[in-house]
């Protein structure tokens, strides 16, 4: 998925410095939408945010930017493959 870095970097400003709370949580929120290609910048505001509620918020976004990722990663363990799909046919047959 090609992302657009200057509207990672945006965004990422704004949860750091957006002149509302709400402006921050929507930035935040919005990151996370990114994928994984936003976990820096996740990172980032996490550990500069002095305010609880934009912690807590980039921890849930990183939280499910893992739960995403294992979801994926299950996927594509339990699709068959060809090779996979011949081994019980062979069996099968036996």
Do not use: N, Y
């Amino acid at each position: 998925m090609l992302v657009d870095q200057d509207r990672l970097r945006q965004l990422k400003e704004d949860a750091k410095w957006a002149s509302s709370v709400e402006g921050q949580i929507r930035a935040v929120r919005k990151l996370g939408t990114f994928g994984e290609a936003a976990l820096p910048s996740l990172e980032e505001v996490l550990q500069v945010s002095v305010r609880e509620d934009i912690k807590q918020c980039c921890i849930e976004a990183i939280k499910k930017l893992g739960m995403d990722s294992k979801a994926q990663t299950a996927k594509l363990k339990k699709a068959p493959t060809a090779r996979k799909g011949r081994r019980k046919a062979k069996a099968s047959a036996r």
